[in-house]
């Protein structure tokens, strides 16, 4: 059975930086393309950044252009989101996807697999 674990998460202050990593198992890693989402209190679910595994290819919010980095490792079946000049308004749960339907964000039923997710908080 498929599996994401996402890690990496906890409190820093504006400004300061993260990076959060999502393992992957159980899935031919590189058919996927794997999404970072977040989702605030009270807020729906915003997907931030992709990558496609395959060849790196990447797709960014607009929110986080320029703060945020994505990259993989294949050989680690993992991905990792490196957040930077962070704010307070990044705060919220950041969940790993993955989707064989390419770069994009979609609604939901498109991915075969989501992490548990992990808390990021950034105080101000």
């Known amino acids: 059975e498929g599996q994401l674990v996402e890690s990496g998460g906890g409190l820093v202050q504006t400004g300061g930086s993260l990076r959060l990593s999502c393992v992957a198992s159980g899935f031919n890693f590189e058919d996927y393309t794997i999404d970072w989402y977040r989702q605030a209190p009270g807020k729906e679910r915003e997907g931030v950044v992709g990558?496609?595994?395959?060849?790196?290819?990447?797709y960014f919010a607009d929110s986080v252009k320029g703060r945020f980095t994505i990259f993989r490792d294949n050989a680690k079946k993992t991905v990792y989101l490196q957040m930077d000049s962070l704010k307070p308004e990044d705060t919220a749960v950041y969940y790993c996807?993955?989707?064989?339907w390419g770069l994009g964000f979609y609604v939901g039923y498109e991915y075969d697999y989501w992490g548990q997710g992990t808390q990021v908080t950034v105080s101000s």
């Open positions: 996807a993955a989707t064989t």
């Open positions: 990558i496609r595994t395959n060849d790196g290819s990447t």
